[in-house]
């Protein structure tokens, strides 16, 4: 059996840019009604670091605290639905610098991995703390169980592992195997990890590698598979013609209708890895991505279709090669980078149908953990 959670990183652009409520609550709250209308439980990890410095910040700018005000009323009202909150953190907005008109610089580094350990704990203490306020308002019995880093940086380090056991988390999700990036923002090597699919104990000091004994905390790694050149190609077709065909039907009707370009937010070359820029790069791409072929992690809302199906099979190969009765599988999604939710609704109506896999939140995998329902494996 395949328990399946759909996991979903609640959060603007890493650079601050975008409004949360066409990026977040509007798409958190479509994806909610489908998540609802097939019976299943999503779950969300919430960038608390983005809502606490707009709390930390409202007295002197009014306009957060109408949009941190929404942000818990989106987010208690998908909890008392049903659905999961857990605890997602980008430390870059540790050092925040807010210019007005819904403009951010943000500061801070974008990998916890380059903190102290006194600043590290403060930030999950922090972010935990929040959550269980808020929400145990709705569930006395909620915890937070569960965390994945902002862009996955959670490995090598001596102390993230640590800290997040003596917080009572149950299990972390940032390792993403097969994934590499050198980014000016984000480095990052997990090609090399002696676990890509179940859970497993983690060395304390660096999660690619798997404990020889059990450990205080669990690794279950967030999906990634290969392959799907041609669905690929095929999708990436279909969103650069579709983005043309917007921006056709927004000079026809004189941009009426069409959303401002930030409200969307901007990215600039925060994801374009060391060597991969100009000319040359963009050949590099082209070759890596088309003909060599690349490791994608299971983000629904950069999949078409075509690939979800793709990477569904690619899972239920793995889990039979597990050899396991139970297994977690973890999905990702982002909210903000989803333009048309068909195809993750059509992936949802098939899942809710088929007989070898079950949808679960992170809490529910927490307690199999606990309960011994889902095996973790050492060394």
Known sequence: MIHLAFVDDWEVRGNGTGDPRVLQFEPMRSLVKIFSKYGVRGSFNAEVMQQLTYRNQQERFPELKVIADEWEQVVTESFRQGHDIQLHLHPQWSHADYQGHGKWKLGGDWSILNYPDQQIRAMLVSGKQYLET????????????????????????????????????????????????????????????????????????????????????????????????????????GKAYTALRRKVRGVRNGNAGVLPALSRGQSGDEWTNKGESGPLGFLKRLLKRYLLGRVHVADLSRLSYAMMSQMMAHIRTQAARSELPHVPVILENHTKDIYD?????????????????????????????RNGTFKARAA
């Open 134 to 237: 808020l929400l145990r308002k709705i569930d006395p019995e909620y915890a937070c169980v569960s965390f994945r880093a902002g862009s996955f940086c959670a490995a090598p380090s001596d102390s993230l592992l640590p800290i997040l056991s003596e917080l009572g988390i149950v299990f972390d999700m940032s390792i993403a195997a097969g994934i590499r990036n050198d980014t000016p923002q984000v480095k990052l090597d997990y090609t090399r990890c002696e676990e890509p699919f179940a859970p497993y104990y983690p060395d304390m000091r660096d999660a690619r590698r798997v404990s020889r004994s059990p450990e205080p905390i669990v690794c279950i790694p967030t999906n990634t598979f290969s392959g799907a050149r041609a669905a690929l190609l095929r999708r990436d077709f």
């Open 341 to 369: 939710f068909s195809d993750i609704e059509r992936f949802v109506a098939d899942i809710a149908l088929s007989p070898d896999v079950k949808t679960v939140t992170l809490t529910e995998i927490a307690h199999g953990l």
